[in-house]
């Protein structure tokens, strides 16, 4: 090893071991978190905002352009969550509405606290992700961006299925098991620029697990984590459940090098290997059928536009996961002695697949904003509501969306080339290395194509 090779892994250990504990920066960040009554307030906005959402959707006019409920939803909350992974992974969880009516109804004593099944533990993984890619599906052939009442389905949907399991099993089981936004949200956050993790050397030693129990009146983890147990993005809510619950004051809130929790994993989470590959098929499949050809197929071929889009949904799918297959080949490690098999291409994918579901949810942002404000002005009749109405043109989306696919193709290159360096040193000859690279640039290519 030369002397310069040397010093970049010097330099990388250095780049992954320095995090910023920005409890320590922003104290008064932590007194927010650790202050319950904080959370209290945000999600009782946010369960006010869901019964409009549903209401209007509803009882409110059918169409688009006159029910606020739509694009409130798809076009503002939705992008703002999808934002929100890249910075503070799955804090949206922390006060999401969804589970609101079952914390409501345990809270009440209507629970069984019932052990979480041992099945719903292990399998619940391969359900939340069938749940999210029907979400996808129907999002497109029920054309829920543009249906007030379906909208409004949908929503009461999660919140009927997260108040079930509310009845059953203690903390939020839902959250925790079978929520699909929770698995991407969890999925996506393994890029965050910030983790939630504790100072395990303050954790030595306790024997009472109140972060993870609770004690007297304060509940433990939602999700049966606790802090102490904390290794991954994947399922910490950021809650601050655990926050004044420790004496020890272990939880910390760090600012992290993005990729370092992908390239540590190495494509072991199963969440990832089944979330990102629909991720991305998904993605090219729905901005396909934005375009003129997808309308002239349909008529031409008679078929309802349901159908086609279901099967070239499946056939993105099935391209993409051949495509990691092939991938995976080129680079010729795909099983580990100490922790089985893994996917080393689904890593390298994650930033351009999240970065696509951000540009996607993007555009139709752009698309409906100027609109918004005379949308309630027609709904609610107020009418001086309808001078703020505006239109942001397609090139500086474009052009937005150009550079942020562009940073995820650059972050994967940067995953790989991290592979490359420091576990697969050896494994992977320079000419795969640079197919790869070069296979890599044509997913970016066709990601442009399809946005433009």
């Known amino acids: 090893m030369n002397w310069w090779t040397k010093g970049l892994k010097s330099l990388i250990s250095s780049e992954d071991t320095q995090r910023l504990d920005l409890f320590r920066v922003f104290p008064g960040f932590r007194r927010f978190l650790a202050t319950r009554h904080h959370y209290a307030v945000l999600r009782s906005a946010g369960d006010v905002l869901f019964v409009l959402v549903l209401i209007s959707g509803f009882l409110g006019p059918q169409e688009a352009d006159r029910n606020f409920a739509v694009f409130l939803t798809w076009g503002l909350l939705w992008p703002a969550i999808v934002l929100s992974w890249f910075f503070v992974g799955r804090m949206w969880c ?4 969804f589970p609101g009516l079952g914390v409501f109804l345990q809270r009440k004593g209507l629970t069984f606290s019932l052990p979480v099944p041992k099945n719903l533990q292990k399998y619940g993984v ?7 890619a029907f979400i996808i599906w129907i999002e497109i052939v029920a054309k829920l961006d543009h249906w007030p009442a379906g909208t409004s389905y949908l929503i009461l949907a999660i919140v ?16 925790r098991h079978l929520c699909p936004l929770g698995r991407i949200s969890g999925a996506a956050a393994t890029m965050s620029i910030t983790e939630f993790r504790p100072d395990h050397a303050k954790c030595r030693g306790c024997k009472t697990f109140a972060c993870k129990k609770g004690m007297e009146k304060k509940s433990g983890c939602p999700v049966y984590l606790g802090a102490y147990s904390v290794q991954n993005n994947l399922h910490c809510l950021v809650c601050g459940h655990c926050l004044p619950l ?3 004051d272990a939880p910390m809130f760090l600012l992290r090098n993005p990729y ?22 998904s993605q090219f499949a729905r901005f396909l059928r934005q375009k003129l050809p997808y309308e002239q197929i349909v008529e031409s071929i008679g078929l309802p536009d349901a159908v086609i889009f279901s099967l070239m949904l499946a056939a993105c799918f099935f391209i993409i996961l051949k495509f990691i297959k092939f991938v995976s080949k080129l ?15 689904v890593p390298i994918l994650v930033p351009m697949a999240f970065t696509g579901e951000l ?26 509501l309808e001078r703020f109405s505006f239109s942001i043109p397609d090139f500086p989306v474009q052009i937005l969306s150009a550079f942020l696919m562009l940073n995820g193709a650059i972050a994967g290159g940067y995953i790989l080339w991290r592979f490359c360096l420091e576990d697969f040193e050896g494994y992977v000859s320079l000419k795969n290395f640079m197919a790869v690279n070069l296979l890599l640039g044509i997913i970016l290519l066709m990601y442009l194509a399809v946005i433009f």
């Open 160 to 175: 009927s299925g997260s108040a079930l399991l509310a009845l059953f099993y203690p903390g939020q089981a839902w959250c």
């Open 246 to 248: 420790c004496d020890r």
């Open 94 to 97: 922390g006060i999401c509405p």
């Open 331 to 345: 680079l010729g490690i795909n099983e580990d002695p100490m922790f089985g098999k893994f996917s080393p291409l």
């Open 260 to 281: 370092s929790e992908l390239i540590r994993n190495k494509g072991r989470y199963i969440t990832c290997s089944y979330i990102v590959p629909f991720l991305i098929g």
């Open 359 to 384: 540009v996607y949810r993007l555009t139709y942002f752009a698309e409906g904003i100027g609109d918004f404000l005379p949308t309630i002005a027609r709904q609610m009749g107020i009418h001086f």
């Open 126 to 132: 391969y359900t939340s992700v069938f749940l999210f």
